[in-house]
């Protein structure tokens, strides 16, 4: 079976990739370089899928949003 599944990636302050899937709840990695980010979130995914055995969770991407708040 087949999962198209959306991948938010992120650069962090100590240089590294960060990519969460937020369909598959816990499934993240992070790595230097992109090339290995997206190596790296497929075989998270392919592990996420063969262990938690829970459902994909049907989620809409609707897209992202920039928010500035005080504090």
Known sequence: MQHQLEVVIEHDEDGFYVASVPQLRGCHTQAQSLDD????????????????????????FIGIQQITVAG
Request: aromatic share 4%.
């Open 37 to 60: 980010l997206i190596e790296r979130v497929r075989e998270a995914i392919v592990l996420w899928l063969e262990t938690a055995g829970g459902p994909v969770r049907e989620l809409q």
